[in-house]
Nanobody
């Protein structure tokens, strides 16, 4: 399992940018499945951007062209660069990782960071 801590959320005006960071408690080089999810009030948690393998990335249609996920294996950090933010991007953003221990797949979540897009 891995502990995850998100940071970088805040209040931003529509059209603005934010960069979220996710710090992992151990090496992420061996964790190919990591990503960002979000949950808005009254809605289900949804995938925003994630690495589905070491070199494959998936984005939600609603963020394609505006958000970019990246990672720094040396620092055990995963980032989410969010540009051209819209009010509908307002949500709590969570970092998640899937690890395998003794053949069992385990999903870990951070506590989340609030992103509010409002004028």
């Amino acid at each position: 399992q891995v502990q995850l801590v998100e940071s970088g959320g805040g209040l931003v005006q529509p059209g603005g940018s934010l960069r979220l960071s996710c710090a992992a408690s151990r090496s992420i080089f061996t964790i190919p499945n990591m990503g960002w999810y979000r949950q808005a009030p009254g809605k289900e948690r949804e995938s925003v951007a994630r690495f589905t393998s070491r070199y494959t990335i998936e984005y939600a249609d609603s963020v394609k062209g505006r958000f970019t996920i990246s990672k720094d294996n040396a620092k055990n950090l995963v980032y989410l660069q969010m540009n051209s933010l819209k009010s509908e991007d307002t949500a709590v953003y969570y970092c998640s990782a899937v690890t395998i221990s003794n053949g069992v797949s385990l999903r870990s979540w951070g506590l989340g960071t609030q992103v509010t897009v409002s004028s």
